[in-house]
């Protein structure tokens, strides 16, 4: 069973910081890409990055180039986003989810979610 745990969030001033991380098991985790998504307060779901398999290419749209870095640690089955310069339009609950930004609504396998709130 596909177990994806996100951890990290929380309230951040704009321009502030935050690390978010996603323990993934039940599955082979370096055999597959892997992609956060978002999702806004009365909005649908957003993808915001991928990364590959060896981690040899990411993506990431176009709203959060620049400000978010993702990675991965296939030794640790751990997913990583680094989020600096954090915009009020940024605030979502945040999830890792199985596969890139062209199949990750196929596999439907994401975690509970890490709410992260940008605010003054």
């Known amino acids: 069973e596909v177990q994806l745990v996100e951890s990290g969030g929380g309230l951040v001033q704009p321009g502030g910081s935050l690390r978010l991380s996603c323990a993934a098991s039940g599955f082979s985790f370096s055999s597959y890409a892997m992609s956060w998504v978002r999702q806004a307060p009365g909005k649908g779901l957003e993808w915001v990055s991928d990364m590959t398999t060896g981690s040899s290419s990411t993506r990431y749209t176009d709203s959060v180039k620049g400000r978010f870095t993702i990675s991965r640690d296939n030794a640790k089955n751990t997913l990583y986003l680094q989020m600096s310069s954090l915009k009020p339009e940024d605030t979502a609950v945040y999830y890792c989810?199985?596969?890139?930004?062209?199949?990750?609504?196929?596999?439907?396998?994401w975690g509970q979610g890490t709410r992260v709130t940008v605010s003054s």
């Open positions: 989810a199985l596969g890139d930004a062209d199949n990750w609504r196929r596999f439907n396998s």
